[in-house]
């Protein structure tokens, strides 16, 4: 009797627990619904204020540089300009190494892709040097073409000098030179300006996909900020080739509006997609593991050679010690700065 009473009682109590879990079971699950709901309209909220935030401090970075030229400070002139092109360089080159060059090879050493072929060989290396190696020969390529052409063009006015010569007339060959440098010069700074933009481009729309396919408000919310720095230094640097390419006024125009608006356009194309895109896939790691190496190749060069090493061996640095030192600790203070900023987007 007492055994019979005792299953009874324990197989009552179960009954009763199982019910209650039930119960509890149920309530979680609908808030677990109302909860995700609730981060979805807040998550949606912080992805329009970074939209916003974003394309503000996009447009401030790229501009200043631009319109420096008005202020004697800030002209490229002006050896304060060298040191905001140092500070801008080693931004770029933190966002090379630091933000995107990791992105690359956690997307392509993930275990959702597989073992075969890809943790087999460091293709995030590969691709990044590829990329480095690519721009660095397609700019002397078109430098070089552009040399020739203008050796072509050049010898019917130096037989035309040395007529002149013969006639007694004196040729200013010292200003013709000149001007053939500051030709070289320019087209340099034209290449360097749109290989730029076209590497800090597809960093953005990428990071801008992935912020808009997010759900989670406490990811995105600190990310607001620290995308908007990280925007305002990219543009300084990508500003500073702008202003020393000379382009037209509307070419001009053209390269802020691609670049202040790609990465609002990558956060629309996130929401978008976020309801049937999966960001584990093995085809989006892929492709994204290899945008962002090759994005992380460019940048890396053009920080680099074009930046680093074109502004550290001018013949106005190398005169002036103090220039030096102002520098190279811009250059350090750039490359810090940016680098802390990847302490907000550890989670992203």
Known sequence: MIKFVTSKFMTISIIILLQQNLVCSKCSCENQVEDSYHKVSEALKYKLIAMATVLVSSLIGVCIPIFAKNWSYLNPEND????????AAGVILATGFIHILPDAFEALTSPCIGEKPWKMFPFSGF????????????????MGYQKRSEMEKSQPLDEEDEAHEANGSHVHSSSLAS??????????????SQILELGILMHSIILGISLGVSRSPKTIKPLVAVLS??????????????????????KVAIMIIFFCLIFPIGICIGMGISKFYNESSPKSLIVEGFLLSASAGVLINMALVDLVATDFMNSKMLRNFRLQIGASLALFVGMICMSFLALGEEDF
Do not use: P, W
């Open 127 to 142: 691709v990044t040097m590829l990329a480095a190696i690519g721009t660095l020969i397609m700019e002397a390529l078109i």
């Open 229 to 250: 720095f990280h925007q305002c230094f990219e543009g300084i640097g990508l500003g500073g080739c702008i202003s020393q390419a000379q382009f037209k006024y509307y």
């Open 80 to 87: 304060f300009y060298f040191l905001i092109k140092a500070f």
């Open 179 to 192: 001007d053939k440098l500051d030709s070289t010069n320019r087209l340099r700074y034209t290449i360097v």
